[in-house]
């Protein structure tokens, strides 16, 4: 089945320490998204890619990189800049003329703070 | 910017109860409207979406939800909740047109509790 695959499931960070979690989709995609969560606050766009060797800053870049050298994958770095990192973290994809169609989900990523 | 706004963080009704979910968003074009819901520790998992083929929109698991131009308003609502119905609902809307490539903005979310 085809499907977005977050890894890992739950991910600790040292302080000045740059963490990576993993974001590979097997559904064809152009589009892919970074979303940080927390408590009563939705979902918050981190970046986002329409197509490989593209991507744009959303509203919450500050602390964190991405990159796209491949269609599958959209891997976020959490870097030490970020001074408050704790947060559930969620990879989307979407078809690029996504008008109307949805965005998907993987199961996400939880990064505490050590 | 877009602006979603779902009215009640936090919803409680008892098994077997109507289920009212509120959402409002702020456009003078009425945008794409999409309904998640999320169990914990999981992703976001589409209920229903809005494209204007009708205004009264169909989903899974027994949820349906209206669109009103007038009210500017997308509200989800189940007739008969069931226990598996507790989870945190997500509305979020996309833009027609424009260059937003894509993106959705989300609503807060309503923590929805069923009591047995």
């Known amino acids: 089945d085809g499907g977005i695959t977050q890894s890992p499931k739950y991910l600790f960070r040292k302080e000045g320490q740059n963490v990576t979690l993993s974001c590979e989709q097997n559904l064809n995609h152009d589009a892919m998204y970074w979303y940080r969560q927390d408590p009563g606050q939705g979902l918050r766009l981190i970046y986002y890619s329409q197509i490989v060797n593209d991507f744009q800053k959303g509203d919450i870049a500050e602390g964190y990189s991405v990159s796209r050298e491949k269609k599958e994958s959209f891997p976020l770095t959490v870097t030490s800049a970020q001074k408050n990192p704790t947060a559930f973290y969620l990879c989307a994809s979407s078809k690029r003329d996504n008008k109307n169609q949805p965005q998907h989900f993987g199961d996400g990523t939880r990064l505490s703070i050590l | 910017a877009q602006s979603v706004t779902q009215l009640g963080s936090h919803v409680s009704v008892s098994e077997g109860a109507l289920v009212l979910l509120r959402c409002n968003y702020s456009s003078s074009v009425p945008p794409y409207l999409f309904w998640y819901v999320q169990y914990p520790n999981q992703g976001l998992q589409l209920l229903l979406k809005?494209?204007?083929?009708?205004?009264l929109v169909k989903g899974i698991n027994g949820f349906e939800a209206e669109f009103k131009k007038s009210e500017t308003s997308f509200h989800l609502t189940k007739p008969s909740a069931h226990m598996s119905d507790a989870a945190e609902y997500f509305c979020?809307?996309?833009?027609?047109?424009?260059?937003?490539?894509?993106?959705?903005?989300f609503g807060r979310g309503t923590q929805l509790t069923v009591w047995p």
């Open positions: 979020a809307v996309r833009r027609r047109g424009g260059s937003t490539l894509g993106r959705l903005y």
């Open positions: 809005y494209t204007s083929a009708a205004t």
